[in-house]
């Protein structure tokens, strides 16, 4: 499965420097779900970037597809 998140953490890690920057994550999410509110996006944005660094790395990525 490891192998599988990676293939789609590239897909939108256009720029391959190894993380997605959570304004394209916000995008990522108002597409799948258009009934978001802006403050329901920034709670779950908070929640994945566990960092604060505004930035989603694999591990993050991985997290938030898998739930470990």
Known sequence: MQ???K??????????NGY?????L???LMALDD???????DEMIA????DG?????FDEF???MTGD
């Open 3 to 5: 192998k599988e998140l």
């Open 7 to 16: 293939v789609a953490f590239r897909l939108y890690d256009k720029e391959g």
């Open 20 to 24: 997605i920057p959570t304004s394209s």
């Open 26 to 28: 916000r995008e990522i």
């Open 35 to 41: 009934q978001l509110t802006p403050d329901q996006l």
């Open 47 to 50: 929640e994945i970037d566990t």
């Open 53 to 57: 660094s505004g930035t989603v790395d």
């Open 62 to 64: 991985m997290e938030m």
